[in-house]
Nanobody, 127 residues
Framework: QVQLVESGGGSVQAGGSLRLSCTIYGYSYRSVCMGWFRQAPGKEREGVVVIERDGSTNYADSVKGRFTISEDNAKNTLYLQMNSLKPEDTAMYYC?????????????????????RGQGTQVTVSS
């Protein structure tokens, strides 16, 4: 069983930064596919980033160049550094994980469909 715990959300003004954390319990983050997705009120879930087991990343176009993943192996924690935040980034952010993989050992590209997710952390960006 994988347990995910997010933290780090909050309220910032446009142009500001936040760093979200996702601590994984039960397995090393290197043994599963990891990702972040978000959901704003009244909108569909949107994938933000997928982290392959080798550490490579795939960001959504909407966050590319502004959001960055980093890792703390000792803490089994992934961080989502969010810079140049925009009001449209306002959403509940979820960390997600899944053992399932595509042919070739690659992660599925849509983290909204991953089996395990945390409780979410709210990010609010004001203009």
């Amino acid at each position: 069983q994988v347990q995910l715990v997010e933290s780090g959300g909050g309220s910032v003004q446009a142009g500001g930064s936040l760093r979200l954390s996702c601590t994984i319990y039960g397995y090393s983050y290197r043994s599963v596919c990891m990702g972040w997705f978000r959901q704003a009120p009244g909108k569909e879930r949107e994938g933000v980033v997928v982290i392959e087991r080798d550490g490579s990343t795939n960001y959504a176009d909407s966050v590319k160049g502004r959001f960055t993943i980093s890792e703390d192996n000792a803490k089994n924690t992934l961080y989502l550094q969010m810079n140049s935040l925009k009001p449209e980034d306002t959403a509940m952010y979820y960390c997600a994980a899944d053992f399932r993989m595509r042919r070739g050992g690659y992660c599925y590209t849509n983290p909204t469909e991953y089996k395990y997710r945390g409780q979410g952390t709210q990010v609010t960006v004001s203009s």
